[in-house]
């Protein structure tokens, strides 16, 4: 059974039509304009990063479920790509013991858990010991949560914001009973200005787990863009304020070139501003969204044998360009893809310059 993910990227794509949708709406019947190339040479360059479903890390020697699964994630947004995310999906559903319980003191990894099903649920929704894996780590509040050896004292929850939005995807998607509980802790990570936190607050036992009640949380763009792509795909008044609040906040916080910065270093990268570009797509925001694109597209590789990757930032593009990647920074690229194809989707026609190659 094939299931859309929640819509996807081409659902808003389809929306864009109808007047009344996003702040570039337009009249029934018309549609706006946008160039496939760009996003078709990153998601095929993706494709070829997990021959048989699989990211294989060439540094470590390791096989890389979490990047195959956003790849596979990243190719259910864009759509054409069944076959392919149908391979990577039943290479990370062989392997979801190793990828969702990863050891060192980490029986379950929620985060993973979630991940590995919003994946899944893009090819078949009837894997329900994955669904059962996931409700697990939700507590009475909503907060997702790691579960731990208890004789391993060097184990750590490592469940963040990021880890609550997939969960809030997959629950959603699932119609679980405790959708409404993670949907509203994620939406509670969200301070007053619009944006969210990445950090869950320290005591998972404190009365108030909010990011208001925080006075160390900071702004974090990744997991504000994070959370708006999980909550706009939920049907409810309070996550379409939440929705609201978020890309006003990030529309504030994009620069004039269309880029964005992560909240740990000062540089524009593809990384955050392809996820916040996906954020805008799906919230309907077409302007903000083709700013993004266009920017990303510009760090988009295009000449030798790896055209197609995305680099980071601008030394990674040049880099990428001359020198080409190497096993200790291909992950860099593939992630950066992952994270930005979504919103490649809406790159403007004639908006990059060609190629100089």
Same mark, same amino acid.
């Given at each position: 059974?094939?299931?859309?993910?929640?819509?996807?990227?081409?659902?808003?794509?389809?929306?864009?039509?109808?007047?009344?949708?996003?702040?570039?709406?337009?009249?029934?019947?018309?549609?706006?304009?946008?160039?496939?190339?760009?996003? !078709?040479?990153?998601?095929?360059?993706?494709?070829?990063?997990?021959?048989?479903?699989?990211?294989?890390?060439?540094?470590?020697?390791?096989?890389?479920?979490?990047?195959?699964?956003?790849?596979?994630?990243?190719?259910?947004?864009?759509?054409?790509?069944?076959?392919?995310?149908?391979?990577?999906?039943?290479?990370?559903?062989?392997?979801?013991?190793?990828?969702?319980?990863?050891?060192?003191?980490?029986?379950?990894?929620?985060?993973?858990?979630?991940?590995?099903?919003?994946?899944?649920?893009?090819?078949?929704?009837?894997?329900?010991?994955?669904?059962?894996?996931?409700?697990?780590?939700?507590?009475?509040?909503?907060?997702?949560?790691?579960?731990?050896?208890?004789?391993?004292?060097?184990?750590?929850?490592?469940?963040?914001?990021?880890?609550?939005?997939?969960?809030?995807?997959?629950?959603?998607?699932?119609?679980?009973?405790?959708?409404?509980?993670?949907?509203?802790?994620?939406?509670?990570?969200?301070?007053?200005?619009?944006?969210?936190?990445? !950090?869950?607050?320290?005591?998972?036992?404190?009365?108030?787990?909010?990011?208001?009640?925080?006075?160390?949380?900071?702004?974090?763009?990744?997991?504000?863009?994070?959370?708006?792509?999980?909550?706009?795909?939920?049907?409810?008044?309070?996550?379409?304020?939440?929705?609201?609040?978020?890309?006003?906040?990030?529309?504030?916080?994009?620069?004039?070139?269309?880029?964005?910065?992560?909240?740990?270093?000062?540089?524009?990268?593809?990384?955050?501003?392809?996820?916040?570009?996906?954020?805008?797509?799906?919230?309907?925001?077409?302007?903000?969204?083709?700013?993004?694109?266009?920017?990303?597209?510009?760090?988009?590789?295009?000449?030798?044998?790896?055209?197609?990757?995305?680099?980071?930032?601008?030394?990674?593009?040049?880099?990428?360009?001359?020198?080409?990647? !190497?096993?200790?920074?291909?992950?860099?690229?593939?992630?950066?893809?992952?994270?930005?194809?979504?919103?490649?989707?809406?790159?403007?026609?004639?908006?990059?310059?060609?190629?100089?190659?």
């Amino acid at each position: 059974m094939k299931k859309t993910v929640l819509g996807g990227i081409a659902a808003a794509l389809a929306l864009t039509s109808l007047a009344g949708c996003g702040e570039k709406a337009v009249e029934e019947g018309e549609k706006p304009t946008y160039d496939a190339k760009v996003s !078709t040479a990153v998601a095929d360059w993706l494709v070829a990063q997990a021959p048989e479903g699989v990211a294989r890390n060439a540094q470590y020697g390791t096989d890389d479920f979490g990047l195959s699964a956003d790849i596979g994630i990243a190719l259910a947004e864009v759509g054409g790509y069944d076959e392919e995310i149908s391979t990577i999906a039943a290479a990370v559903m062989e392997n979801k013991k190793a990828y969702t319980s990863p050891g060192f003191g980490t029986i379950t990894s929620a985060g993973a858990t979630a991940k590995a099903l919003v994946l899944q649920q893009n090819v078949d929704a009837s894997d329900p010991g994955l669904l059962e894996q996931l409700e697990g780590t939700v507590a009475e509040n909503g907060r997702i949560a790691d579960e731990l050896d208890p004789k391993d004292k060097k184990a750590a929850d490592y469940s963040n914001t990021i880890g609550q939005s997939y969960a809030v995807w997959a629950l959603n998607n699932a119609e679980s009973e405790e959708a409404a509980a993670a949907t509203e802790f994620l939406a509670g990570q969200q301070c007053e200005e619009g944006w969210f936190r990445v !950090t869950f607050t320290a005591d998972p036992a404190a009365a108030d787990q909010t990011c208001d009640a925080d006075p160390k949380a900071v702004p974090d763009a990744d997991a504000t863009a994070f959370a708006l792509i999980a909550l706009s795909g939920v049907a409810s008044p309070e996550a379409e304020k939440a929705v609201e609040a978020g890309v006003s906040w990030l529309k504030e916080t994009q620069a004039e070139d269309g880029s964005f910065k992560a909240a740990t270093g000062n540089i524009a990268n593809s990384n955050t501003t392809g996820l916040a570009g996906w954020a805008f797509g799906r919230a309907g925001e077409t302007d903000a969204a083709e700013k993004a694109a266009s920017w990303v597209a510009d760090h988009v590789v295009t000449c030798g044998d790896d055209a197609g990757a995305v680099a980071y930032d601008d030394a990674a593009l040049t880099e990428g360009n001359t020198k080409g990647l !190497t096993k200790e920074s291909e992950g860099m690229y593939r992630l950066a893809a992952a994270q930005a194809l979504p919103s490649l989707v809406f790159l403007p026609k004639d908006a990059t310059a060609k190629s100089s190659c």
